[in-house]
Nanobody, 119 residues
Framework: QVRLEESGGGSVVPGGSLRLSCAAS????????MGWYRQTPGNQRELVAV???????NSADSVKGRFTIHRDYAKDMVYLQMNSLKPEDTAVYYC?????????????WGQGTQVTVSS
């Protein structure tokens, strides 16, 4: 059983910064990719930034230049440094990971952490 646990959400004024953390635990053969999605009420979950274990990163255009994803491979963790936050960044942020072996892989989600950007 694999578990993803997020931390670091909260409230911040526009222009502020937050850092999200996510730790994977349990039976982890190999993390193939790890990253972050976000969701607002009534909308689909959208990609924020993800990083494959080969190092390739994919991020939303809306966060480029402001958000940075970092993985700690030794600790099975992923971080999202969010700078210059805007009210439209307000959402529940979910940690995401693809974990498995060469024969099988599964997608896992964290429980979500709220980020609110408001003056």
């Amino acid at each position: 059983q694999v578990r993803l646990e997020e931390s670091g959400g909260g409230s911040v004024v526009p222009g502020g910064s937050l850092r999200l953390s996510c730790a994977a635990s349990g039976n982890i053969p190999r993390i193939k990719a790890m990253g972050w999605y976000r969701q607002t009420p009534g909308n689909q979950r959208e990609l924020v930034a993800v990083q494959a274990s080969g190092g390739g990163t994919n991020s939303a255009d809306s966060v480029k230049g402001r958000f940075t994803i970092h993985r700690d491979y030794a600790k099975d963790m992923v971080y999202l440094q969010m700078n210059s936050l805007k009210p439209e960044d307000t959402a529940v942020y979910y940690c995401w990971a693809v974990i498995g072996t060469s024969r099988r892989e599964d997608t896992y989600w964290g429980q979500g952490t709220q980020v609110t950007v408001s003056s």
